[in-house]
């Protein structure tokens, strides 16, 4: 009531601060609202979507393009399964992985030669799909007592709009058991800021594509 009052003093008529209050909540209404992602054990109470779930209906659905990138994966043909069959059935549909090639400590494999290991096994045993993705590495984490895991995002880019950012890995765990947490969000803008940055880093050679088997 005194805001309202000192309004008028101003000047501001009541029907006035009524219309851009109705302006203010109607803007509001409109802002992307994200989605909590969990995985884990369930809390009761706790309305929150499931991380398995969410990956599984991003990937499935998506009709252009998809930008994925994970730290981690384990059993690949299970942990790519829905996005190779999105990919096979549709083919003009552009998707990019940026995946961690590791290099275990006291090894002194050359590094080209990780690379060359890391994508036979990809290709030959991992991606379970005949369409195939681009892949990018960081080429740091090979460096000879360079840092280790350096590729440490874990996001999802759908069709240019859906954007999932989360603590979970393309793993088992991560996906069904670990506690993580994540965010959905379906907002062009943000989207856009995600993805320049990703092809920043490869246009600045930051991040090199994985050769073909």
């Known amino acids: 009531m005194a805001a309202l009052q000192e309004l008028e003093r101003?000047?501001?008529?009541?029907?006035?601060?009524?219309?851009?209050?109705?302006?203010?909540e109607e803007v509001s209404s409109r802002m992307p609202r994200p989605d909590l992602v969990w995985?884990?054990?369930?809390?009761?109470?706790?309305?929150?979507?499931?991380?398995?779930?969410?990956?599984?209906?991003?990937l499935g659905s998506a009709e252009r393009s998809i930008w994925a990138s994970s730290y981690a994966y384990f059993d690949g043909p299970r942990a790519f399964d829905v996005?190779?069959?999105?990919?096979?059935?549709?083919?003009?549909?552009?998707?990019?992985?940026?995946?961690?090639?590791?290099?275990r400590r006291g090894d002194t494999t050359a590094g080209e030669e990780?690379?060359?290991?890391?994508?036979?096994?990809?290709?030959?045993?991992?991606?379970p799909g005949s369409s195939r993705p681009r892949v990018y590495y960081d080429p740091r984490s090979l460096e000879l007592d360079g840092p280790a895991g350096v590729l440490h995002a874990k996001a999802v880019v759908v069709d240019d709009?859906?954007?999932?950012?989360?603590?979970?890995?393309?793993t088992e765990a991560a996906l069904d058991?670990?506690?993580?947490?994540?965010?959905?969000?379906?907002?062009?803008?943000?989207?856009?800021?995600?993805?320049?940055?990703?092809?920043?880093l490869i246009?600045?050679?930051?991040?090199?594509?994985?050769?073909m088997a």
Not at 84 to 103: G, H
Not at 203 to 209: A, N
């Open 10 to 24: 101003m000047g501001i008529s009541g029907s006035a601060v009524t219309a851009w209050i109705r302006t203010v």
């Open 39 to 58: 995985s884990g054990p369930e809390v009761p109470g706790l309305h929150a979507r499931d991380t398995r779930r969410v990956y599984e209906e991003l």
């Open 83 to 103: 996005l190779a069959r999105r990919m096979d059935a549709r083919p003009d549909l552009r998707v990019t992985l940026l995946l961690n090639i590791q290099r």
């Open 114 to 127: 990780l690379v060359r290991r890391f994508a036979d096994r990809f290709w030959e045993t991992d991606w």
């Open 161 to 170: 709009e859906a954007v999932f950012v989360t603590s979970a890995n393309l």
């Open 177 to 200: 058991r670990n506690i993580e947490i994540g965010l959905l969000v379906r907002d062009r803008a943000l989207a856009a800021s995600v993805l320049s940055h990703f092809r920043g």
């Open 203 to 211: 246009d600045q050679g930051l991040l090199l594509p994985l050769p």
